[in-house]
Nanobody
Framework: VQLQASGGGFVQPGGSLRLSCVAP????????IGWFRQAPGKEREGVSY????????VYADSVKGRFTISRDIAKYTVYLQMNMLRPEDTGVYYC??????????????????WGKGTQVTVSS
């Protein structure tokens, strides 16, 4: 499964972006999707997760109330809506897939497939 993340960009503090994760040739059915990010000089961290049946969503404490993960089944796309962005949200954002879900979230070792990241920069 080849994942593609898109939607990053430059935004001022308080602004919004919506990231998308698709896998050309795959519906992502039966895959849980996780969003991770890596800030300069820091380790990659889990941001949000949606289970393969969409029944469960999880958020890092730092983004709760600001970010929303969702899946559009018809478009085979998982979104990460990011509102009220802060400079500390800056980083490269990656989406990753786990077939049948993972119990290891937010440990990235639980994910099976990764895509290239998309840069998010929050700055005034």
């Amino acid at each position: 499964v080849q994942l593609q993340a898109s939607g990053g960009g430059f935004v001022q503090p308080g602004g919004s972006l919506r990231l998308s994760c698709v896998a050309p040739g795959s519906t992502l059915q039966d895959y849980a999707i996780g969003w991770f990010r890596q800030a300069p000089g820091k380790e990659r961290e889990g941001v949000s997760y949606i289970s393969e049946d969409d029944a469960t969503t999880v958020y890092a404490d730092s983004v709760k109330g600001r970010f929303t993960i969702s899946r559009d089944i018809a478009k085979y796309t998982v979104y990460l809506q990011m509102n009220m962005l802060r400079p500390e949200d800056t980083g490269v954002y990656y989406c990753a897939a786990a077939f049948g879900g993972t119990r290891q979230w937010p440990n990235e070792r639980g994910m099976d497939f990764w895509g290239k990241g998309t840069q998010v920069t929050v700055s005034s």
